[in-house]
């Protein structure tokens, strides 16, 4: 398939002028640094994810767990965590939404080709709360309101644990897929700051970062650490140019925009612990963050066949693109208070989240209001929050049979979620609505909330020398659905030193996000119309409306999960390590965002919801329709070679192939059977097993010698497919090779500079099949699902100051 590529921008000299700079021989100055210690870096980390254990390394854990530094977090280009994640581990993936509404500023990421909000996120070990978006147009992860990975700025985090395995027996709710723990900064010592540059081949998406984090002294016995991070973040534009003759007198030209959008993040994080006795401290991390981004939703020409043909062209002459600009503020606090007593290790905890996600549609109109039509108005806002306490203990038994102490953590939690939709101003909704997004309504309008409690217990440690196990237990009882219960088993066998064998067995729960339960809209969708693409209006109802009733929904339930895996470890050497681990994950009742019930052919339905006072042409609502079944294998490999004077490369191989299959799908409503209409089509099927790569593959290499070093890393994207109702628009992509390269040098005793190129060879994906009803007439010429999205090469710059 053929693949054109946008021209290149002579501009990018100046970068490349910096990457020759830093690949250059070592000057003078050089004699005078220090060398690094080649050893400096282990192995193996202590891991606290996953385990109430002190002192596990990951090469004992009974569970994977994936060890991410700072520096390597650090290494490539980009300042959003989501991208950095999914360039280091083969099993997630992040594609990058455009013209998909709300869902281009806050976008999902996907562990295992499972839906987003199946990966729980924590931050230093405490819940995390989720976004207040709601992905609901025809994106990955379509139905899901995960956590922002991105409102977590690089500059606070010192590592980042990932569970690749069910937990949901030892967190709760959302660790089907395995848990992201992302830990936080400390101490007084110390502290960096860094300025970052890029740009893209085409000469677009430019992009300036200012990010730092210092350490303070609080007192005689506690610190603080204080990271700050702020960007600018141009748009890119692969959009092509229109051929249609509705497009106006710029027919023939680049009319409209199609990239990653317009983004300002503004964040603080701030990480303390004060000594209050001997035996207990108090700790609190908090943060405050703002990303105001500008997306655009899909151009309208100026010229149409309707009947507001005069009135649009005389407000847009030359046709129009509405913008979505939004506010996403994140703001949380956990405080509490730990220590010792008797022999126990206890935590108690507060923790609060909350995410606040407002939007304004900018160069628009309302035709319904006429010539007079504002061409800006304030949409609405949907606010996410959290409230949380929670109770840790823990010890270490000793037992007679067992050669080593028997770990006991016992726990309660109690947690209060909220979830509320704000009315947008009159103007944005009445009549035909805001063109590219009708503001939420009224009737959409409220706020709801529910309780749920947790009591659990884990139990781990070496049976013999050899063997270890952990058993956990957790019992849930939510207000809105009822009680879960669930279990994990584990347990791990060094057969030598070098080669041990490590297994799984759990079954777990997602509970049905407020989010699903509540989110309601009515707004303007493109959707295919008998193969041809239309702008339909479209209701989103949640379950438990009049109108979703009337249309066959039931009240939403608890995903179930049953986790299976087992791994080997070998180390052959003190620098050569390899795991491989296999696993299965079933899971029942999964709930998923309905087809878009087009009501043009079903009479019935439509007088239905009209007796209502609701009129739309498509509906759709959230349901417990879908059982699937993912396997797949994570291959980790990684080799240090000491080398000549003082010396080091670091090499590792990545691997994750992963196959999803759809197990059972529920009948459709029988009031939806006798209108001809499918609760879940093939698209929303499809989207589950193929719409991800299968396959990732990473090779990196990291050199150092003295003031010296260069990173490179080629990844391998699997092919993927992009579903349709009708088979024969699918249109599968080709694997993908990207390489990154980057080069840094230190200056002085406390300067790094780094410069270095994101997707070397300045690969695309392969472009949409050129029909109509696809890539919107050749003006969208890539697809919103590639894993590596469609900007091309990146160009960047670092300079580091560490002190």
């Known amino acids: 398939m053929s693949c054109k590529h946008p021209p290149t921008n002579p501009a990018r000299a100046v970068l490349i002028l910096g990457l020759i700079a830093t690949l250059a021989p070592p000057v003078a100055f050089a004699q005078d640094i220090q060398q690094q210690d080649p050893a400096a870096a282990p192995m193996q980390s202590v891991v606290v994810t996953g385990t109430r254990s002190l002192n596990r390394r990951t090469l004992d854990s009974e569970s994977p767990v994936d060890v991410i530094g700072s520096k390597e977090l650090l290494s ?26 709300a869902s281009d500023a806050v976008r999902p990421a996907q562990l295992r080709g499972l839906s987003p909000d199946q990966t729980l996120v924590l931050v230093n070990g405490k819940r995390r709360h989720t976004s207040a978006v709601v992905n609901v147009n025809g994106t990955l992860g379509r139905g899901s309101a995960p956590v922002d990975l991105n409102a977590i700025p690089l500059a606070a985090i010192d590592r980042i644990e990932v569970l690749r395995d069910g937990a949901a027996a030892q967190y709760g709710s959302d660790a089907i897929a395995g848990v992201v723990n992302i830990i936080l900064k ?6 960096e700051a860094e300025i970052v540059y890029g740009q893209f081949d085409r000469g677009d998406g430019e992009q300036a970062t200012v990010r730092g984090s210092a350490g303070f002294n609080l007192g005689q016995d506690g610190w603080v650490r204080v990271a700050v991070e702020a960007a600018e973040r141009n748009a890119t534009n692969r959009a092509f140019a229109d051929p249609r003759a509705s497009a106006g007198p710029r027919q023939g030209t680049v009319t409209q925009r199609y990239g990653d959008p317009d983004s300002r993040p503004r964040t603080l994080f701030v990480n303390s612990q004060v000594k209050v006795n001997d035996a207990i401290d108090w700790y609190a991390f908090a943060n405050y963050g703002e990303r105001r981004t500008s997306s655009a939703a899909t151009f309208r020409t100026a010229y149409t066949d309707n009947s507001r043909t005069t009135l649009r062209s005389s407000l847009y002459p030359e046709g129009f693109q509405p913008l979505l600009d939004s506010t996403s503020t994140e703001a949380s606090l956990v405080t509490g208070l730990r220590g010792e007593l008797a022999g126990w290790r206890w935590d108690a905890s507060l923790n609060h989240g909350r995410n606040r996600f407002s939007l304004d549609v900018a160069n628009t109109a309302n035709f319904s209001l006429g010539a007079a039509s504002p061409n800006r108005f304030y949409a609405g806002e949907l606010t996410s929050t959290q409230s949380l306490a929670n109770l840790d203990v823990a010890r270490e038994i000793p037992v007679s049979f067992m050669s080593g102490p028997l770990t006991v953590a016992l726990g309660l939690e109690a947690r209060h979620e909220s979830y509320e939709i704000g009315a947008g ?87 049905p996000s407020l ?15 008998n193969g041809t693409s239309a702008l339909v209006e479209t209701g989103t109802f949640p379950v438990g409306s009049a109108a979703a009733r009337a249309l066959g929904a039931q009240p939403l339930q608890a995903e179930k999960a049953r986790n299976l895996s087992i791994g080997a470890q070998w180390q052959p050497t ?63 490999s990684t080799w240090r070679l000491n080398l000549q004077q003082g010396a080091r490369a670091d090499l590792t191989l990545a691997y ?68 349709q109702n009708d088979a024969t628009l699918d249109q599968t992509y080709d694997p993908q090779w990207v ?8 200056v002085g005793q406390q300067w790094r500079l780094t410069a270095g190129i ?21 003006t969208q010429p890539y697809s919103v699902w590639a894993p590596n999205g469609f900007n091309g090469r990146y160009f960047y710059l670092k300079a580091g100051y560490t002190w």
């Open 425 to 511: 101003e009159t103007n944005s909704y009445v009549g035909s609505g805001a063109q590219g997004y009708s503001g939420f309504r009224p009737e959409n309008a409220g706020k709801n909330s529910r309780n749920n409690k947790s009591v659990y217990l884990n139990l781990e440690g070496d049976i013999t020398k050899d063997l270890s196990g952990a058993l956990a237990l957790r019992h849930e009882r939510y207000s809105d659905f009822g009680s879960t219960s669930s279990a994990k088993a584990s347990a791990r066998y060094a057969f030598t030193p070098s080669f041990a064998l490590r297994g799984t067995a759990s079954n777990g729960f997602r509970a």
């Open 574 to 636: 003190r620098n050569w390590t390899t795991t491989v681990d296999l696993y299965r994950i079933d899971i029942d009742d999964r709930i998923v965002f309905s087809s878009n019930l087009q009501l043009a052919n079903a009479p019935a339905l439509a007088g239905a919801l009209a007796a209502q006072g609701v009129y739309v042409g498509a509906a759709r609502y959230f349901t417990n329709a879908v059982d699937t079944r993912t396997k797949g294998v994570d291959v980790v």
């Open 515 to 529: 989010a699903q339960s509540f989110y309601t809209i009515t707004t303007t969708n493109s959707l295919l119309v």
């Open 76 to 101: 490539t280009g980009s300042g959003e965590l989501a991208t950095v994640l999914s360039r280091l581990l083969p099993s997630m993936n992040f594609p990058r939404p455009s013209g998909a509404d």
């Open 758 to 778: 994101d997707n070397v060879t300045n690969r695309y994906p392969a472009q949409v099949t050129s029909l109509a009803n696809l890539n919107v007439n050749g």
């Open 656 to 723: 994750n192939h992963n196959d999803n299959e759809v197990q059972r799908v529920s009948d459709s409503p029988a009031v939806l059977s006798a209108q001809g209409l499918r609760l879940v089509d093939r698209q929303t099927v499809n989207r589950l097993t193929v719409g991800s790569p299968k396959d990732k593959l990473s090779l990196s290499g990291d050199y150092t010698q003295g003031i010296w070093n260069g990173r490179a890393a080629v990844t391998r994207y699997g092919k993927f497919t992009v579903p």
């Open 186 to 191: 400390k101490g007084a010592d110390g502290g």
């Open 739 to 746: 390489l990154d390269l980057a080069a840094s040098v230190r």
